[in-house]
């Protein structure tokens, strides 16, 4: 049979409603108080019973991970990063509940009662409507991963625009003039700006821009497959190519060696995420660093903050994003 609170009261010779209070950091408790009691909570290993202080206190503690779509164009190394950074902040004094935007034909059941606080993991404009909605109802909320126009709400996200730039110029200063990009899910916001770093690191450095070298994918592993055979297929081959994740990366990787080709011998290749992959494929992969747990773990820390009233500045967070050199680019100069 689990601790309660009462076996705590008798413990420590207070009453249950102390014990509650103090193990709530209620400021009507004197430290020693709460410190002795927590202290008998640990020795006892009490875990909170979350429903039953959800009654008292009015809370359900609940902390809601939204993703625009957890089935479409998110890869599985983004999701556990995410999943992981937020849960290592929330896991001792909340539940974490997961979901994907696209799952709810309407937001009806997405109210406070449910949850505490959301965390938004935006990959398209059309989460604009879920994050209005969840403004109305006044629901504490963080957005991550998307610019957002909306003020009233704090947006944390990571340079991708420029995470593809700096990895195209590095192509680019190893001598590759034929370069080519395996774009993500086109609905998706992370995809335009890495396409948009892309182009302007093309035109920066005065190399034309071949249409032939714009290939669509959905960053999954096979549409970075289907697209390299496109590429492969071209009366002339790129010498490079930069793919939108690692996972197409991976996919192009897979085809270049079916055609008996090498990486980076004959075709260079690079990925964005640095997602765990990376470092156990053959070659190793050269990619761009997106902080996504870090993106995380600051937002589950801010989000806290604004659940227990701390005031917190709204504001537009950028973290910058990282070249990480590996093996899978050659120089051709």
């Known amino acids: 049979m689990s601790v309660t609170i009462k076996d705590i009261a008798k413990i420590a010779g207070v009453s249950h409603t102390t014990v509650s209070r103090a193990l709530n950091n209620s400021p009507f408790i004197n430290e020693d108080t709460k410190k002795t009691i927590k202290e008998i909570a640990k020795q006892v290993n009490y875990v909170p019973n979350f429903n039953a202080k959800s ?82 109802k006044e629901i504490p909320m963080v957005v991550l991963n998307r610019e957002i126009q909306e003020n009233s709400v704090v947006n944390i996200v990571s340079a991708d625009s420029e995470g593809c730039f700096d990895a195209v110029n590095y192509l680019v200063a190893n001598g590759h003039k034929d370069i080519a990009i395996i774009e993500g899910m086109k609905s998706f916001m992370s995809s335009k700006n890495r396409k948009e770093g892309f182009l302007r690191s093309l035109i920066e450095n005065k190399i034309p821009i071949n249409e032939e070298y714009i290939i669509n994918g959905d ?58 992959v990376c470092r156990y494929v053959t070659p190793a992969l050269t990619t761009v660093r997106k902080p996504t747990k870090e993106i995380s773990i600051k937002g589950a820390e801010i989000l806290l903050n604004i659940i227990s009233k701390n005031q917190v500045k709204v504001e537009k967070i950028y973290i910058n994003t990282d070249l990480i050199i590996r093996s899978s680019v050659k120089n051709i100069i």
């Open 219 to 276: 960053y999954t592993i096979e549409s970075g497959y289907t697209g390299m055979k496109k590429l492969l297929s071209l009366e002339k081959v790129p010498t490079a190519v930069f793919c939108s994740n690692d996972d197409m990366a991976v996919g192009a990787m897979k085809a270049i060696f079916e055609e008996g080709l090498k990486v980076p011998d004959n075709i260079s290749i690079v990925g964005f995420d640095n997602s765990l």
């Open 55 to 136: 009654l008292v206190l009015n809370k359900s503690y609940n902390i809601a991970l939204f993703f625009t779509s957890i089935s479409e164009g998110t890869s599985a190394g983004f999701f556990q990063d995410v999943v992981e950074g937020v849960n290592s902040i929330i896991r001792k004094n909340y539940n974490l509940v997961v979901r994907g935007i696209d799952d709810y034909e309407d937001f009806l059941s997405v109210d406070r009662k449910r949850f505490d606080g959301i965390i938004l993991i935006s990959q398209s404009d059309s989460d604009n409507a879920f994050i209005e909605d969840v403004l109305r």
